[in-house]
């Protein structure tokens, strides 16, 4: 069972907080139905990148060097912004809650992936109709969008910049340039 997005199309910013693995992170997400775009907070060689899901492909952006990294669009990474998720087999309501100023519907949800079943607690904002807060039930994993604002994202956005160049130019055998990343860093 594949989840439908709705009829309209969703146009929305905000800063998206991710916590997994012990870890946060936080990063401004600009997203529209079949393009985002993630403006990373934390500190790394990449710090923005842009997910092309028309085009298939993710632009991972260093922006102090000038160059990107494209890599093929892999489905996993799309945020999960619509109230029904993909596979969901269940939905019950179990609670009410102020998120972020807005006023929030709680759910417990059941998504039926293959032979695995995962739950999942979503806060869906019902003044605004987006989903504020999901969290694996075990606690494993959690995002949430803060200070979201529904309207009109700018295509520039979601272009690479006309100065960058590609990383794989200083990847071929031919080319003796010095590597433009640390040895640990991973793209």
Same mark, same amino acid.
């Given at each position: 069972m594949i989840a439908q997005a709705p009829a309209w199309a969703l146009e929305f910013s905000a800063? $998206? *907080?991710?916590?997994?693995n012990g870890k946060t992170h936080?990063?401004?997400?600009f997203y529209r139905d079949d393009r985002?775009?993630?403006e990373h907070q934390d500190i790394g060689p990449v710090n923005v990148t842009i997910v092309r899901k028309d085009k $298939? *492909?993710?632009w991972l952006l260093l922006s102090r060097l000038k160059h990107y990294k494209e890599i093929p669009y892999d489905s996993a990474q799309a945020p999960k912004v619509y109230e029904k998720l993909e596979?969901?087999?269940?939905r019950d309501k179990i609670g009410t809650e102020?998120?972020?100023g807005h006023p929030t519907a709680l759910y417990e949800i059941r998504v039926q992936e293959g032979d695995r079943t995962d739950t999942y607690y979503q806060w869906l904002a019902t003044d605004i109709h987006?989903?504020?807060k999901l969290a694996k039930?075990?606690?494993s994993w959690i995002v949430e969008y803060r200070r979201v604002r529904i309207g009109h994202v700018s295509d520039f956005l979601f272009q690479l910049p006309v100065n960058f160049q590609p990383l794989e130019r200083f990847d071929g055998p031919k080319e003796k340039a010095p590597s433009v990343l640390p040895p640990d860093a991973k793209m």
């Open positions: 800063d $998206q *907080v991710t916590r997994a936080i990063s401004n997400i985002w775009r993630l $298939q *492909v993710m596979g969901e087999v269940s102020t998120l972020d987006f989903p504020l039930k075990d606690g």
